[in-house]
């Protein structure tokens, strides 16, 4: 564990890497897929730029077999993502790097006229990278490259930060992450997939870097509102073109540690001031009701 935060590494009985920690962006859109495809591709396009041409490695197909992923596939998918009403894309780098980069965005039409309709549903992607390239490129780069992820979408709202980077949906993984999150509140537990269902305008929690539009910023009195309630050193509130904002909660990502006392006072403060807008009920690792309170309000009570 270095100062900031812990060194997970979880494995599965086979010997493969089930849950590590990292850093993640995560990005929610109340748009329909035809209204965001070439935002989206940009800020995937920035992803890739930043991560090297070998750092993905493999794709889910249409059939959900993983198969290898080139720039001829690339122009494939590009080409789907501006073609299609919604769209589906997972990359991730190889399994013998125990996936420390991923894209996951999952695009949909939202059509107010449709049957299948939902207000709450949204659009969102997603990035994972290594905490090796916090480590070697300092928290200043890597905030910089979260904003330029950010730059192009037209997000309601975003979290940016430490997080257990892990697929949920695989057996045994939730009660893996258990072990851990608890300790260290500061690193995000992310199934976007889920999430998407369900978040609609309101936001996931606090992060290290915690991304606002509309309507949340707004009603909150905009960028100079937000800065009025917000008093712990170190966190500052930038405006971002578009009528949104980035909340940054000191100069590094902290996980916290309840066993020594390091409950992170910045992100309580801005966990009080959230949370009237707050998606609540979740409950992405299958706690019982008591238990999943408790971790949706780990900075609140």
């Known amino acids: 564990m270095n100062e900031h935060h812990p060194d997970i590494r979880a494995l599965a009985r086979d010997g493969s890497l089930w849950i590590r920690d990292g850093l993640s962006a995560c990005f929610y859109m109340p748009r329909s897929h035809s209204e965001l495809a ?16 070998q750092a993905l490695s493999w794709y889910a197909g249409a059939d959900g077999e993983w198969q290898r992923f080139d720039e001829r596939v690339w122009e494939h998918l590009h080409r789907e993502m501006l073609e299609g009403p919604s769209a589906s894309v997972r990359l991730i780098s190889a399994a013998g790097e ?5 894209v996951d965005y999952l695009g949909k039409s939202l059509d107010p006229a449709s049957i299948f309709y939902k207000p709450e549903e949204v659009c969102a992607v997603s990035y994972w990278l290594p905490d090796e390239l916090l480590e070697r490129h300092g928290p200043q780069k890597m905030r910089e490259l979260m904003l330029e992820l950010a730059a192009p979408l037209p997000f309601s709202s975003g979290n940016a930060g430490l997080s257990f980077n892990c697929h949920l949906d695989e057996s ?7 072990k851990y999150c608890f300790r260290y509140p500061g690193m995000d537990v992310l199934h976007p997939s889920m999430t998407s269902l369900r978040i609609g305008t309101r936001v996931h929690g606090p992060s290290w870097l915690t991304f606002l539009g509309q309507p949340v910023l707004c009603e909150l009195g905009g960028v100079s509102g937000l800065r009025s309630r917000l008093h712990t050193p170190g966190t500052t509130v930038q405006e971002l073109e578009g009528d949104r904002a980035v909340v940054t909660l000191g100069p590094w990502p902290e996980a916290g540690d309840t066993e020594q006392g390091k409950d992170l006072p910045a992100y309580r403060e801005l966990a009080r001031v959230l949370e009237p807008w707050t998606c609540f009920g979740e409950n992405l690792l299958g706690l019982d009701p ?7 309000r780990r900075f609140l009570d």
């Open 290 to 296: 008591d238990e999943a309170r408790r971790w949706e």
């Open 38 to 53: 070439r935002s989206v591709l940009h800020s995937i396009e920035a992803y890739r730029r930043a991560v090297g041409p």
């Open 98 to 102: 125990q996936e420390r980069y991923l």
């Open 172 to 178: 045994g993984v939730d009660r893996e992450v258990l």
